[in-house]
């Protein structure tokens, strides 16, 4: 099963990339763009139940939100959108540290802090009347990414890190979605935003799979 759901949203995820590569979101795009995070969320759906699970499962129930809010243009969906990613990144930061022995912090976890404030010196400037959402954000974003550093430090298991590395993807992803907002669009934005996203979600989705 693990095969097959992997197969059947890595397929849906480029053939989603591929048919909004204009960014012009025509109708099988919008089919496929939920469908290929539930068929990821599939993965975690399969993993033993676990405390870890139901929380992975409720931030990917979360991200599918926020992709939907993100598939329309404007502010208001864009709030929506950030709004529901931000209670996802709550909900995986809750998960990363859930059952941990110690709260170890990693000293390269530095790197990850250091990484979202120069981002955000280059993305507050121009975020406008957005500046106060897309700072939080940037906060809480960075924290997930700190949190999974943190699980990794203490387990130091394949799972952890797995959600270390789909944190940091989520990282790319989002500065690359931040970076076509609010500093200006570029040639293969899309197809990096979403392989980045989907390749995050999927690595914490399976990070589950593998709960000690």
Do not use: N
């Not at 539930?38 to 992709?67: E, F, H, N, Q, T």
């Not at 110690?102 to 400037?125: D, H, I, R, T």
């Not at 293969?188 to 392989?195: D, T």
Request: proline share 5%.
């Amino acid at each position: 099963m693990l095969t097959l759901l992997a197969a059947l949203g890595g397929a849906s995820a480029v053939a989603a990339i591929a048919a909004d590569w204009r960014e012009t979101k025509p109708p099988l795009f919008l089919l496929l763009k939920p469908l290929t995070t539930l068929l990821i969320a599939g993965i975690a759906w399969i993993a033993p139940a676990s405390d870890y699970r139901s929380l992975v499962l409720a931030g990917l129930a979360l991200s599918l939100v926020g992709d939907i809010c993100l598939m329309f243009e404007g502010d208001a969906p864009f709030i929506g959108g950030l709004s529901s990613f931000l209670f996802a990144h709550l909900v995986f930061m809750a998960a990363f540290l859930i059952g941990l022995p110690a709260w170890p912090l990693p000293w390269w976890a530095l790197g990850f802090v250091v990484y979202g404030a120069a981002f955000a010196a280059l993305l507050l400037p121009r975020a406008g009347r957005l500046k106060l959402p897309v700072l939080l954000y940037g906060l809480v974003l960075t924290g997930m990414a700190v949190t999974a550093s943190v699980r990794y430090g203490a387990l130091q298991s394949t799972g952890a890190l797995l959600a270390l590395i789909g944190a940091g993807l989520f990282l790319i992803s989002d500065s690359a979605l931040g970076t076509r907002k609010f500093v200006g669009r570029y040639p293969g934005a899309q197809g990096l935003i979403l392989s980045t996203y989907w390749l995050s979600i999927g690595l914490i989705a399976a990070s589950a799979l593998d709960v000690q």
